[in-house]
């Protein structure tokens, strides 16, 4: 395989063709085209018969396949392209609080919570709108424990999620 990769400068990501896409995955050339005819990934773009893929939607199948990720992707999803925002809402039933943060990072989901609790001295619920370069984007929304989640798990003596 070449690492001769496709760049389509209107989104900021590298294109991949169907069979860097399978060197990627570790797949045959034929595997990956019968995942696409099942509906399993969806090519980016189509030139002519060439099927073109996101190196980044690879990476997010890949993690899903093996349910666990490798040093490379963890890597890969630990640096997020330069020039990520996050849009950050704390509050409950009422907006609290809204503001942008640029250049954001993973690292940066706790920070959120830290700041959020420390300013409010409670737990605060909120929504975090991340948007990459390329489009991507990603909602993460953090929803403290109710009082009532609270008194039912002691009264029960179970934890939740169990």
């Known amino acids: 395989m070449t690492n001769d990769y496709l760049y389509d400068p209107q989104i900021g990501s590298e294109l991949l ?18 995942i696409v005819s099942e ?45 990520t925002t996050a849009s950050i809402e704390v509050g409950g039933s009422f907006l609290v609080e809204k503001y942008k943060r640029s250049n954001f990072t993973w690292s940066d989901i706790p920070k959120v919570r830290a700041d959020a609790n420390a300013k409010h001295k409670k737990d605060m619920p909120f929504t975090i709108k991340v948007r990459t370069p390329d489009g991507s984007f990603w909602k993460i929304e953090h929803e403290p424990e109710t009082l009532l989640e609270k008194v039912f798990q002691k009264l029960s003596g179970k934890k939740k999620g169990k």
């Open 39 to 83: 509906g399993g990934l969806k090519p980016c773009a189509q030139a002519g018969k060439t099927l073109l893929f996101r190196k980044s939607a690879l990476r997010d199948y890949k993690v899903s396949r093996k349910g666990t990720e490798t040093a490379e992707i963890r890597t890969e999803l630990d640096s997020i392209p330069e020039g």
């Open 17 to 34: 063709t169907t069979e860097q896409a399978a060197d990627y995955l570790g797949y045959h050339y034929a595997s990956v085209r019968h």
